[in-house]
T-cell receptor
C-alpha cells in the first residue's frame, strides 16, 4: 500500500511571500488532516476534511491559511502571507475511518523555513 | 481536549525492554488509547491502540490499567531504531476521534 505523499519536502521563503503544500492521501481514505509541528513540540491539528468537506478548522489561522480538498482526494494547504512564526513541519495524515477509531497514516511532511 | 501525561524522556539499553507510562485520569468510557511514535525527520507512525483489554502486535504491547486511568507501552527488546518520540493520545469520541498530540516521551536507546 502506497503511503501518504507530500510535496515539496523542503521550502524556504521570505516573510510575506506565499507558499503551498500538496498532499495525496492513501487511496480510499475519506478523512484527511493537516497538522503543524513546530520544532520541539507535538503536532497540532490545523484542519480536518471528510471527503471534500471541512469537519473542523477551528485551529486554522484563517486570515493567512487556507486549505482545500477538491474531489475528495488530493489536498493543498496555502499560507499567504507567511510570517516567521509559520516556520514548522506541515504534516498530512489520512484515515479510513469516519468517526471510529481509525488509524492515521502520516506523510513525511514539508519543512517550511520563513526567513 | 482529553489530556495525557508522559515523562519527557527515558533511556534504555539496547535489547532490554522499555516500559513507557502514560496517565489519562480524565478518560471516558468510549475514549480509545493510541500510541504513535515519531522517528527523526519523519511523520508520526502508528504503534498500537486499545480500549479496555491489553493489546499485542508485532511492534509492541499495550497494558491498560483496570480503571483505565493509565496505560503502559511496552517495547519488548529495544533496538537503536526504536529511538524516537513516543506519543500517548486519547481519541475522544465526543470530539470526533481526532488525535490531539502532547509533548510525548523522547526515548534514547544506548548500545
Amino acid at each position: 500500500e502506497a503511503g501518504v505523499a507530500q510535496s515539496p519536502r523542503y521550502k524556504i521563503i521570505e516573510k510575506r511571500q506565499s507558499v503551498a503544500f500538496w498532499c495525496n492521501p492513501i487511496s480510499g481514505h475519506a478523512t484527511l488532516y493537516w497538522y503543524q509541528q513546530i520544532l520541539g513540540q507535538g503536532p497540532k491539528l490545523l484542519i480536518q476534511f471528510q471527503n471534500n468537506g471541512v469537519v473542523d478548522d477551528s485551529q486554522l489561522p484563517k486570515d493567512r491559511f487556507s486549505a482545500e480538498r477538491l474531489k475528495g482526494v488530493d489536498s493543498t494547504l496555502k499560507i499567504q502571507p507567511a510570517k516567521l512564526e509559520d516556520s514548522a513541519v506541515y504534516l498530512c495524515a489520512s484515515s479510513s475511518s469516519v468517526r471510529g477509531t481509525g488509524v492515521y497514516t502520516f506523510g513525511s511532511g514539508t519543512r517550511l523555513t520563513v526567513v | 481536549d482529553a489530556k495525557t501525561t508522559q515523562p519527557n524522556s527515558m533511556e534504555s539499553n539496547e535489547e532490554e525492554p522499555v516500559h513507557l507510562p502514560c496517565n489519562h485520569s480524565t478518560i471516558s468510557g468510549t475514549d480509545y488509547i493510541h500510541w504513535y511514535r515519531q522517528l527523526p525527520s519523519q511523520g508520526p507512525e502508528y504503534v498500537i491502540h486499545g480500549l479496555t483489554s491489553n493489546v499485542n502486535n508485532r511492534m509492541a504491547s499495550l497494558a491498560i490499567a483496570e480503571d483505565r486511568k493509565s496505560s503502559t507501552l511496552i517495547l519488548h527488546r529495544a533496538t537503536l531504531r526504536d529511538a524516537a518520540v513516543y506519543y500517548c493520545i486519547l481519541s475522544v469520541k465526543a470530539a470526533g476521534n481526532k488525535l490531539t498530540f502532547g509533548g510525548g516521551t523522547r526515548v534514547l536507546v544506548k548500545p
